[in-house]
């Protein structure tokens, strides 16, 4: 269906290694033969969480996003180390985020935030049956705080547009058909 | 609330000018006092807009996503150019990647889809009212096919993984929402 609209590779560059930014520009021949450069970021791909208590509510994180120069509302999230799967990273995250465990987990969707540019891929997971396991010990240069909040008050800050993060508006978006019975909730596995 | 969480930049420098992307790394000093390298994307914005016809079908795009090597379904969308406000940019990019004008605008939300490591927004708008212009002229080295859709038809496809892009995901729980009543539809002005 979108054969005719595939760009093939023709050669790839590095051409950025930062800090943890690295930058590749590759040459593309496209369907009419032409060859346009084509420049993506490199992304290990993530892990993000609803983690849902047993009384309801959502363990939210805030944390300073130093390129939009402001702080976020955002469900926990991390990047996937190498060899880890996105569950792993997932479980990790909630623990260094936040010092919560959860007794099951449940895939909810994948996300593709920023196609233009990047290979990005985020996948969402619902866990549940928190139970506190030590105190939050977030990575070196990373300051977290930890909140709480229920259904019905993400849903009114999603609808002021205080939730711009992609991943948290859209994980809000799902959990509200969720408890509304709207749509079926996945399955769960135990942790 | 989240002044014990910001990060001052201390400076900063171009470290990658590319076809179309820039990176910037810079030193911030963190609350603690600590400083940190923090690389980020310069992106201009972006405007994307959900098209309604009469009928009630959406306007949708189909295009190759080189750094996802696949492609996507979403809604019509482009890059702010300079000196453009994004409700320009948005009514540019309808015409020139699907050949019709809308007759009235109104603005739905702004996401912001890479806030670890790109200052990138889109500003999504709403448009109704469609009429045909011009055949579909797509910037060059820009394949784009252009589809119909109804509301259920996305909302079945969102559910079935098939919308993983962000701004068509949010913008199609947004509009389902606004459909079935739920919410209200932002205020039109004519274009």
Redesign the interface.
């Known amino acids: 269906?979108?054969d005719?609209?595939?760009?093939q590779t023709v050669d790839s560059e590095l051409?950025?290694q930062?800090?943890?930014?690295k930058?590749r520009?590759?040459r593309?021949r496209?369907?009419?033969g032409?060859l346009?450069?084509?420049?993506?970021?490199m992304h290990p791909g993530?892990a993000a969480m609803l983690p849902i208590a047993d009384d309801g509510r959502v363990l939210m994180v805030?944390?300073?996003?130093?390129?939009?120069?402001?702080?976020?509302l955002e469900i926990p999230a991390g990047k996937i180390d190498p060899g880890e799967t996105s569950l792993q990273t997932a479980k990790r995250e909630l623990l260094e985020e936040t010092g919560h465990a959860a007794r099951e987990w449940a895939p909810l969707?994948?996300?593709?935030?920023?196609?233009?540019?990047?290979?990005?891929?985020i996948d969402i997971f619902v866990a549940r049956g928190l139970e506190r396991r030590a105190d939050a010990a977030p990575d070196h240069?990373e300051?977290i705080?930890v909140e709480w909040a229920t259904v019905g008050e993400l849903v009114d800050a999603l609808?002021a547009?205080r939730l711009?993060?992609?991943k948290t508006?859209?994980a809000v978006?799902h959990l509200q058909r969720l408890v509304d019975g709207d749509?079926p909730w996945p399955a769960f596995a135990p942790a």
Chains 1, 2 share one sequence.
Do not use: C, T
């Open positions: 269906m979108s005719h609209l595939e760009e051409v950025y930062g800090l943890f930014l930058v520009k590759d593309a496209l369907p009419d032409s346009h450069g084509r420049e993506w970021v993530a805030r944390q300073w996003r130093y390129a939009m120069h402001r702080a976020y969707l994948q996300i593709h935030p920023a196609i233009g540019f990047s290979n990005e891929v240069g300051l705080d609808r547009g711009p993060d992609v508006h859209i978006m749509w």
